[in-house]
């Protein structure tokens, strides 16, 4: 060693250098680390922002839709009215329409406010009766017609307040902007106020927003969405009943039987694809296939999960490929090695190993499912559908709306109160996804693989 | 490499498995050139070999394991009792019950101790049962000589045991299924000494009843445990012999450069 340092040509010997002071290099090499973990902590920070912006704007404007102003009113059910004939033909009752319960609610407000001695200036029994909804002559047509036997007695309900009282007390409607909104006096702000502090008139939470169908355009109050979650419901079922059994025999046969040859490369390569096709395709193609030819009723859930199923289909296969995989080759030696046939070294042994794999991926396909909106316009899932489809099977058959259709859907309408409605049901759809994501989770933890 | 099959004579036993003029093709490589040998019932077989000689190969083939690689090609007979392994009226299934195997790595099922070996007999019908299949748990725990260690345990997971403890479980669930022939694919190479040692006296308990071939790495191994040995190299069967013979006068240069550490 000493020759050679000695030796003219030779490098300088290095100095010494010290462990306790950082050389040139060593000090751009953390700098350079300690940049990449800035950009790092940037990026994390920006996504967690734009979270936190969605979350806080979605749920501003969207929680206030699980509340909604009532009145309660004792409403006189008149058999003059409602059963003419006293009888209690159902034929008979059914004839009256909502026409005929109109007048009942407005009897029954007037009455109310003159035994509390409220009285606005300026403003007569037909305006006064303006504050309530009118979806609420129906619901009570509905409900007589449920109960019959209660015709003639007197009965307390708690009736809608119009959209734009409701407004009033949740912001959108302020003393100002009625003055000038043709469709709500400051007037009736007023009595909305004086029967509110009578106790009459308050906001609670509202449980039809999910249980109750669509409304038209002027009544947001009584807009729900139990149609369309309905609907979303029946399409899961579909895609789940349809997607998971054939997506997972077509993995399984890809996977541990195909041959590997050119025919299944081209199999392999077209459902990576698949996996990317846009969704509106899939519409086109459900609009051409099931709805055209198979002859398939429009707006059904039958025709929305068909079409689903075809856009996870793909999901499917890659995530139960790639958890089959991801089972060791060694299990399967071991299986065949004692005599196992092909079958049963699949099913006992790498199956249950790759299933958490397998339902994690479903749920993730199933909740991009039901996020999906573009196909589902397609097939006619847009339309207004206030009826309530039937119970499965013939339900799938029935038109239906779907939870991103509705959102969709409100956001259309000219009312400022829908508003508040899309973003209520954007609440429940994140919901649902939220739920079917640690659903997922658990799964994944509770069945992890040991080995 | 015909001449360099044994022509001493047979001393003890009956010709087992006999194969003749086996060749294996993965794709282009040729692997296995011309083998031929004869494998005597109640012998250890011990087949030495530097890596990629083959060996495992062949004791892949013995039980149609080959079979599962799309692009292994098998041609020559490998006969069992007289009965061609490769005819198109055997089930590989039934063959693989037949000859049992035991690999490389510790593999056993993600299942309880008792699963694990009750597997084989379970899906092919050996007990009637709870208590039968119970007994052939217990006896082939015995004969694995694992039973001491699990007993208490059987409902317990067979991947919470030691690496030893748990090559011992796979060849409890080898012999699980009676099989005639038990094929060892370096069973010792993840163990440590002690386990070795362990699983080496077992295989030569098992030769009381089985036809053991063994793969290994292990020169001494093969000369502890084997009765005869065949070396493999470069995809022929070089010589095969009385593992004495073999380790104290190879007739064959190759052999002894190989035994003495000079190739491979």
């Known amino acids: 060693m000493s020759d050679i340092a000695a030796s003219p040509d030779a490098r300088p010997a290095p100095e010494r250098s010290s462990l306790l002071s950082l050389s040139e290099h060593t000090k751009k090499r953390n700098a350079a680390e300690k940049r990449f973990e800035i950009y790092g902590m940037i990026a994390v920070g920006i996504g967690l922002l734009a979270l936190v912006v969605l979350l806080v704007s979605i749920l501003g404007n969207g929680l206030s839709s699980f509340r909604q102003t009532f009145l309660t009113l004792n409403i006189e059910l008149t058999e003059e009215k409602l059963d003419k004939s006293g009888v209690r033909d159902m034929e008979a009752i059914k004839k009256v329409s909502t026409f005929g319960y109109g007048p009942l609610i407005e009897a029954a407000l007037e009455r109310r406010m003159a035994e509390l001695d409220i009285a606005i200036d300026g403003l007569d029994a037909g305006d006064a009766a303006d504050i309530i909804s009118k979806e609420a002559p129906g619901q009570l047509r509905d409900f007589v017609i449920a109960n019959p036997d209660l015709i003639g007695t007197t009965q307390e309900f708690r009736v809608l307040a119009d959209g734009r009282i409701d407004g009033y007390y949740k912001g959108r409607v302020s003393m100002e902007s009625a003055a000038i909104d043709s469709n709500v006096s400051v007037e009736q702000l007023q009595l909305a106020e004086a029967l509110k502090d009578a106790g009459i008139l308050a906001t609670s939470f509202n449980s039809d927003f999910i249980t109750a169908p669509d409304a038209s355009d002027q009544r947001p109050e009584a807009a729900g969405l139990g149609v369309a979650i309905l609907g979303s419901l029946y399409m899961m079922l579909v895609v789940l009943v349809l997607a998971l059994p054939i997506g997972v025999a077509a993995s399984i046969y890809l996977e541990e039987f195909a041959p590997k040859n050119r025919w299944t490369d081209l199999i392999e390569v077209n459902i990576s694809n698949l996996a990317a096709v846009p969704s509106i395709v899939f519409g086109i193609l459900g609009l051409a296939i099931f709805i055209n030819f198979a002859g398939l009723p429009q707006s059904a859930p039958i025709v929305g999960g068909l079409v689903l199923t075809l856009m996870t289909l793909p999901t499917i296969i890659i995530a139960t490929r790639a958890s089959l995989k991801s089972v060791p080759p060694s299990i399967r030696d071991a299986a065949l090695g004692v005599g196992a046939s092909k079958m049963q070294s699949v099913f006992h042994h790498v199956l249950p190993l790759a299933a958490p794999g397998i339902l994690t991926g479903t749920i993730i396909g199933l909740a991009q499912a039901l996020g999906e909106t573009a196909p589902l316009r397609l097939i006619g899932m847009v339309a207004f559908v206030k009826e309530f489809p039937g119970a499965p099977p013939e339900g799938f058959f029935d038109p239906a709306s779907a939870l991103p259709v509705q959102v969709y859907n409100w956001t259309q309408r000219s009312d400022p109160a829908f508003v508040e409605r899309a973003s209520g049901a954007i609440i429940v759809l994140l919901v649902f996804l939220i739920v079917m994501n640690t659903i997922a989770v658990i799964l994944r933890r509770r069945f992890e693989r040991r080995w | ?264």
């Open chain 2, 1 to 264: 490499m015909k001449d360099h099959r044994t022509t001493e004579s047979e001393t003890m036993n009956d010709t087992k498995i006999s194969a003749r003029n086996v060749q294996v093709h993965y794709g282009d490589t040729h692997a296995i050139k011309d083998v031929s040998v004869d494998i005597q019932d109640k012998t250890v077989t011990a087949f030495i070999g530097p890596s990629g000689c083959g060996k495992s190969t062949f004791l892949r083939c013995i039980n149609r394991m080959n079979d599962t690689i799309d692009t292994c090609r098998v041609s020559g007979d490998i006969h069992i009792d007289g009965e061609d392994i490769y005819d198109k009226a055997v089930d590989p299934v039934q063959l693989r019950a037949k000859v049992g195997m035991v690999f490389q790595k510790p593999n056993p099922f993600p299942k309880s101790i008792y699963d694990n070996v009750a597997y084989g007999p379970r899906i092919h019908g050996l007990a009637r049962n709870k208590a039968e299949l119970d007994e052939i748990v217990e006896k082939s725990l015995r004969r694995a000589a694992l039973w001491q260690e699990a007993k208490d345990r059987l409902q317990q997971p067979g991947t919470g045991l030691s690496g030893g403890q748990q090559q011992r479980l796979c060849i409890a669930r080898a012999v699980a299924t009676d099989p005639e022939v038990l094929l060892m694919d370096e069973p010792c190479s993840a163990l440590d000494p002690i386990a070795t040692a362990q699983v080496e006296e077992l295989i030569d308990e098992l030769r009381q009843n089985y036809s053991v071939v063994i793969v290994t790495h292990s020169m001494q191994q093969a000369a502890r445990v084997s009765q005869r040995t065949a070396f493999f190299h470069l995809g022929s069967l070089v010589e095969f012999g009385e593992t004495d013979r073999i380790f104290t006068n190879p007739q064959d240069s190759r052999t002894e450069s190989y035994i003495t550490g000079r190739i491979g």
